[in-house]
Structure formats: C-alpha cells, structure tokens
C-alpha cells in the first residue's frame, strides 16, 4: 500500500479523535455548553478540513483516474442509482435476519446523529454529503482496493466490510453496515469508480435523514393535535 494511503488513515483518525481536543478549545472560546451543539459545529470544521486535506494526498490517484478508460457517464448514473436499490435491499435482508435473533431496528447510532442534527440541521452536510466522500475514500478505494489486489473479492469484501461495521460503533446493527458495505464494494469493483459508491452511499444516508426528521415530524403534529384537543375540546 503506498504511503500516502497510510497518510490518508492517518488523517481520517485523527478527524475521528480531534473532538478529544476540538471541544473544550470550542467551548471555551464560543460558551457552547449544548454536546450536540458541540459536536456539530465542530465536525462542520474538522470534517471539510480533513477532507480537503485528503483530497490533496490523493493528487495522484485523481490524475491517474482521468488518464484511464472508465464507465461512461450514463453507465455510471446507472449504477449509482441500482446501488441505492441494492444497498437498501442489503439492509432488508440484514434487517429480517436481525430481527429473527430478536434484534431491534432502531440502530441508537442513527438516533444520536439525528439528535445533532435537529439541534444543528447543518450537520446533514456531514452526515449525507462529507461523511460519504471520506468513507468510501477509506473503506472502499483504500482497505477494500489493497486487499482486493492480493486476494479475491470476497474476502476483501469481508473484511473491508467488517472494519466498516466496526467503526460506527454500533455493534448490534453490524450485519446491516457489513451488508452496506459489501454493496459498495460491488459498485466499486463493477464500474471501477469510487464515485458510484460515494453517489449512491450520499443518497442512502440524505434518505435516511429525511424519513427519521418525517417521522419526527409526524409525532410533533399528532403532539400538537392532542394539545389542540386538550385546550379547545372536541
């Protein structure tokens, strides 16, 4: 693997722990005392940063994907859009096989970053736009794409996959993320383009946020509603 895949991990972890340092020199220069608050205003800040930072260490690779013959522009679109429909029938399967060993589908990874995103609805950029750039950046073109190179695609799947799972720290849901990953990888592998599983993990995650805020919304109407009914009668 070339050294500045290692610079690119390194980068990625470091952004992952800056808010060890990043949120009392927030605090402490804003008054912040909200942790969401916190929390979304400085990955708003260290997340770009880490991305742009990224994206310079991957100068060459960026030239070398525009010197070679890739897919074309409606192959591409193409695949974008069937890896949403294959990567939300990953999660269906993953989510019935969960639930026959009496897991719950509410994941409390998604409902914590739907805390700090009603507190801060500007952390969406993260979550649906720079979170997927940078995870399939790592996940997919770096550990899935090195290991691809020395075995086969399953267990560069496998185990690219399983890191992936491991990450978001929710140990429950990991068949879904593990099935999530093993899509994305597919995509990559087929059209031998990272943007197709990056366009395609954005549109999963920007789907994701809108049905969890609709259903917060749902709630909030049937709250008001038997509020109107308690102060007006009916």
Do not use: C
Not at 40 to 52: E, N, R
């Amino acid at each position: 693997m070339p050294n500045r895949y290692w610079y690119v991990i390194i980068t990625y972890i470091v952004i992952q722990l800056s808010g060890i340092i990043g949120y009392p020199i927030l605090h402490t220069l804003t008054g912040m005392t909200d942790k969401g608050e916190i929390a979304a205003t400085w990955s708003l800040i260290s997340f770009p940063l880490g991305l742009v930072l990224i994206l310079f260490i991957l100068k060459p690779d960026m030239k070398k994907t525009s010197l070679r013959e890739d897919s074309s522009t409606g192959n591409l679109i193409l695949w974008s859009f069937l890896g949403i429909l294959l990567a939300y029938a990953g999660q269906i399967v993953a989510g019935l096989i969960e639930l026959a060993l009496g897991i719950q589908p509410e994941s409390q990874n998604t409902q914590n970053l739907m805390e700090i995103a009603k507190a801060t609805p500007a952390f969406i950029i993260i979550i649906a736009l720079i979170a997927p750039i940078l995870e399939e950046i790592i996940f997919r073109k770096i550990i899935f794409g090195s290991l691809y190179k020395v075995t086969n695609f399953w267990i560069a799947a496998f185990s690219s996959s399983l890191i992936f799972a491991f990450v978001h720290w929710d140990f429950e849901h990991i068949l879904k993320y593990s099935a999530m990953g093993f899509v994305f990888a597919f995509l990559y592998v087929k059209t031998k383009r990272i943007i197709v599983p990056i366009i395609a993990h954005m549109m999963m995650n920007l789907i994701v946020v809108l049905i969890q805020l609709n259903v917060d919304l749902e709630k909030m109407e049937k709250q008001l509603e038997e509020l109107q009914t308690i102060l007006i009668g009916g």
